[in-house]
Structure formats: structure tokens, C-alpha cells
């Protein structure tokens, strides 16, 4: 059931019970009423922060918050580099229980320190999606398709029977997922979730209906107690995978603290993504955050399907953007999605530049053409720029001018003009493209300076 402001007031589960929420004037939740008489108290700052969550009368400590930044909750303090990211974590007497954290020139989290002295390090693609964690001789390998997460394979060192298999199917165009693989081949046992109703797993069943796993949550994704634990799920709120060495939740662009509902890291589409760079949603019951970019409502899967495909090139228009200023390229003002069509087809009839639209004087066509989406663009240079290190040469050939080139094969990278000597003024077309050439600096093999959309 829901209030006339469209928060949840109600929700009744066959298994759990029912649960009733209560929330502020500016429709914040205060408030979780559970069954057996279970109750989460929650308060908030005027700025969106979440200041304590308390449960059963436990944990009611106010955090103290600077320039929204969380310095103390309890006996945690919590430390910031000049970025804003949280590098370290004191607790206990004497705050000699220290949490490390590092990152990289990209702000992602490569590295954790542990009060206990072990240490975990991930790896990220050229993406920006994690596709590996080490610990202790135990290594996890994550597959992806887009933004989704959809296997993963777990290595340890030693121990007979490993590696393990995962993989997830979701409902499509959505991050709710469906159903876990365990293994691989005909070999995999198959699992069913049975979400809430924001997507959030509350059991995993077997292919005869048996419940194998089952959770009880607080608000912001902690979880209370497993009353069923047959088999591990790290799945967790949309596109959050829980990090059982951290106690954190992996969320694509970011990591999530359920202990203080916010991430450790600012928004990396700063006010894109809202006043408060690290909150996680306004409200819980009625938002996700799929992407650790920005919250979206939970109720409407075609505007948050449009939502976050949006964010998503967004953040791949930034790293195009990226790539423009550190090789000096030319890509985005002669090739970006965002050229308008007239532009572009002027082009291929008098050869008129992008950039400065100055006409040469033979007023003669080029060859004109644009990528589809940022998206696009930002896979055809990452690809091209990490031949190296991935074991393949350097560049697929060399074009008459003595550049350095790499052509790839890829289907729809956009659209473009022809040339068309028996009428000049009307250049021939191609809506879709076939291909990408990423063209490099002979005297600097590694910088390359266009990357454009081929036949």
C-alpha cells in the first residue's frame, strides 16, 4: 500500500510478515515497523544525510557531518583524501582498528587494507567495470555484458575443487535479476529469485521450489539474518554485488556502505547526480541506484531502463571527452554523435571542416561520418588503445600517409556520407556502418588522434 505521496506505507509478505514505513514531511523514511515487534528508527540531516539508523534500539548514534562528508558515527572515524574519497576508517580503543583504503588516478577503488593486516586488490577493464578481486590466494573473475554483471568465476589457490562458476540472468533491459547458474555446462544447478518489489533478492528457489536462501534486510541493505543459507548469493539492491571480505556492495561506478548508507566515494557525475554527492537514494522504499551514478524511481522499468541508459552515455561522453584533451585528438568535433546532419553532409559535397568550417579552396567532398552514441565511440578507442597489453600488435596496418591504423569490425557504429562525383550536391549515404578506423601518430604510436566510423 502506498500514502497519496506515493511512498510505500505497507508491504505484506506471505513468508516475513508485514512491515509498515513511516516517513518525514519531506517524505524521507523515519521509520520501519517489522513483524515480532521489530523496529528501525531512521533521522536525517537537512542536506539528505543519512545520520543514524538504528535497529531494536541499537546503533542510535548521530554521525557528525562536514560539507557533507561523514567524519564520525559511533566509535568510527572516518578520514578523506583531498578528492573526497575515504582513504581510512579508525574504530575501536584508541582507534587502533584501522581500515585502509587506495585508488587509482581514476578514483576507483583498486585496494583495501584490513584492521587484521590481509589485504584485498581489484582490477578494472578499460570500462571502468571490475573484472577481478585477490585475497589471500583466492581469486574472483567477473564477465559483463554492458553494465550488468553476468558471471563469475572463483579461483582458490590450492584447494581441490575450484575454480566455482556463477552466472546471472536478468529480466531484460532491467538490472533485476532472474535466476543464478551455479557451475557450468550441463552440470549447473539453476536458482530462481524472488524479488520485492524494487528488484531486491528475498529468496533464491531450486528447479523444484525449495527455497535454498532467504534474507531479512534493514532499510539501506544491511542484512539482518539469514533464516535459509544453503547456498552464497552476493546480489544485493539493483546492480550492487556484495564484497563479503569488505562487508560493501560493488555498485559499477562506486562502493556502497549499508552500515552508513552512503557511498565512500563522491558522485562521478558531480551535480548530475544530485546536491548530495554521496547519498545513496532520497528514500529506499521507492529508489535504486543501479549504476552508483544517480538514484531513479524503483516503479517504472521503462523510464528507469531510459534513465539509466542515459547516465550510462553520459559517463561515456565524459571519457570520450577525456581522450579529446590527453591525445589532443580531433574525434569529437568532426566525428561525435553530436554533429548535427547538416554538418556532417556539407562535408562529403565541399569538404567544409567540422571544426572551423572553413571550405577548402578545390571544393572538393570528403568523406564524412559519426558515431551512433558515446557509447560507441568510447568502446572503438578503449579497444584500440589496448591492443598492447591485451597480446595483440599494435595496429591492423598502415594507411598511405604512414599512420598508424587499427580497423575494427563493428556492426552499426553509425552513420555517414559519400562523395558523389555525378551529383555533388547530393553525397551518397550509409545509415550503418560496419566498421571503426582508430588512426595513431607515426612519431607517437601510442597516441592516437581520430577514430571515426568506416564501411
Not at 431 to 441: C, L, R, T
Amino acid at each position: 500500500q502506498y500514502d497519496a505521496n506515493s511512498n510505500l506505507r505497507l508491504l505484506t509478505d506471505s513468508r516475513k510478515g508485514q512491515k509498515s514505513y513511516a516517513y518525514d514531511p519531506l517524505d524521507r523514511l523515519t521509520e520501519v515497523l517489522g513483524n515480532a515487534n521489530n523496529v528501525e528508527h531512521l533521522a536525517h540531516d537537512p542536506a539528505g544525510n543519512l545520520l543514524a539508523q538504528s535497529y531494536n534500539g541499537q546503533g542510535r548514534s548521530y554521525g557528525k557531518i562536514k560539507g557533507n562528508r561523514l567524519l564520525m558515527q559511533g566509535d568510527c572515524h572516518f578520514d578523506y583524501d583531498a578528492y573526497g574519497n575515504l582513504i581510512r576508517e579508525r574504530r575501536g580503543a584508541g582507534q587502533r582498528l584501522v581500515r585502509h583504503y587506495r585508488y587509482d588516478s581514476q578514483h576507483r577503488l583498486i585496494g583495501i587494507t584490513l584492521p587484521d593486516g590481509s589485504d584485498v586488490a581489484y582490477r578494472y577493464d578499460a570500462f571502468g567495470r571490475r573484472i577481478a578481486k585477490d585475497m589471500d590466494g583466492k581469486t574472483t573473475q567477473f564477465l559483463w555484458q554492458g553494465d550488468r554483471l553476468i558471471a563469475e568465476n572463483i579461483y582458490q589457490k590450492g584447494v581441490k575443487g575450484w575454480p566455482l562458476y556463477r552466472s546471472y540472468v536478468y529480466e531484460p533491459g532491467t538490472f533485476k535479476p532472474m535466476a543464478l547458474l551455479k557451475g557450468h555446462g550441463t552440470a549447473n544447478e539453476v536458482y530462481y529469485y524472488q524479488l520485492d518489489h524494487l528488484g531486491t533478492p528475498q529468496e533464491l528457489t531450486d528447479e523444484a521450489g525449495k527455497i535454498v536462501w532467504s534474507a531479512y534486510y534493514r532499510a539501506y541493505g544491511n542484512i539482518v539474518k539469514f533464516d535459509i543459507n544453503e547456498i552464497s548469493n552476493p546480489l544485493r539492491f539493483q546492480g550492487q554485488y556484495y564484497d563479503e571480505e569488505s562487508g560493501l556492495h560493488y555498485n559499477r561506478h562506486r562502493y556502497y556502505n549499508p552500515n552508513t548508507g552512503r557511498y565512500l566515494t563522491p558522485d562521478p557525475i558531480k551535480l548530475a547526480g544530485g546536491l548530495n554527492s554521496y547519498q545513496y537514494v532520497p528514500n529506499p522504499t521507492g529508489w535504486v541506484d543501479p549504476l552508483g551514478l544517480m538514484s531513479v524511481e524503483g516503479e517504472c522499468p521503462g523510464g528507469r531502463s531510459a534513465e539509466i541508459e542515459a547516465l550510462s552515455e553520459a559517463n561515456a561522453k565524459r571519457q570520450v571527452q577525456r581522450y579529446e584533451q590527453i591525445y589532443d585528438m580531433h574525434t569529437i568535433g568532426k566525428h561525435s554523435p553530436e554533429i548535427s546532419d547538416t554538418v556532417l553532409k556539407q562535408r562529403a559535397i565541399d569538404g567544409t571542416n567540422p571544426i572551423t568550417g572553413i571550405t577548402p579552396s578545390k571544393n572538393i567532398g570528403n568523406p564524412s561520418s559519426q558515431f551512433k552514441d558515446w557509447k560507441t565511440q568510447m568502446h572503438a578507442i578503449n579497444e584500440a588503445t589496448t591492443r598492447i597489453v591485451r597480446g595483440l600488435p599494435r595496429e591492423t596496418g598502415i594507411d598511405k600517409k604512414g599512420n598508424p591504423v587499427v580497423r575494427l569490425q563493428l556492426k552499426n557504429s553509425g552513420r555517414g556520407y559519400k562523395p558523389n562525383k555525378t551529383d555533388p550536391k547530393n553525397p551518397k549515404t550509409n545509415e550503418q556502418m560496419s566498421g571503426v578506423e582508430i588512426k595513431f601518430d607515426p612519431n607517437n604510436p601510442d597516441r592516437p588522434f581520430t577514430a571515426f566510423p568506416v564501411d
